[in-house]
Nanobody, 127 residues
Framework: QDQLVESGGGSVQAGGSLRLSCTASTRTLRRCTLGWFRQAPGKEREFVAAHTWIGDSVYYGDSVKGRFTISRDNAKGVVFLQMNSLKREDTAVYYC????????????????????WGQGTQVTVSS
């Protein structure tokens, strides 16, 4: 069964760090572009980062550039999101997502491009 399972969320003070992990359960998912989105209460789901399967390209949302780093371990089927210099506005539920899309890079920023989603993990940043 194709599943994405996130872990690593929690509470941290502003300026701190957290690392999220997402494990892809099947070979199909492990050969996908893997990404992270987040959704804060009352807001739309926002693109955070993506790491492609083909070409090993990475993409970041403007609000996290320079602070967050996405990486993946293809052998283990895991994608990581290292989050540094966290801000209160980073508070959200973070979702792992996967897509077989392989086209214009703009597609990776769109939630509708992604077919598979994890359950989400809460990240809370306090001041």
């Amino acid at each position: 069964q194709d599943q994405l399972v996130e872990s690593g969320g929690g509470s941290v003070q502003a300026g701190g760090s957290l690392r999220l992990s997402c494990t892809a359960s099947t070979r199909t998912l492990r050969r996908c572009t893997l990404g992270w989105f987040r959704q804060a209460p009352g807001k739309e789901r926002e693109f955070v980062a993506a790491h492609t399967w083909i070409g090993d390209s990475v993409y970041y949302g403007d609000s996290v550039k320079g602070r967050f780093t996405i990486s993946r371990d293809n052998a283990k089927g895991v994608v990581f999101l290292q989050m540094n210099s966290l801000k209160r506005e980073d508070t959200a539920v973070y979702y792992c997502a996967a897509t077989t899309f392989n086209g214009d890079s703009g597609g990776y920023y769109q939630a509708g491009t992604y077919t598979y989603w994890g359950q989400g993990t809460q990240v809370t940043v306090s001041s």
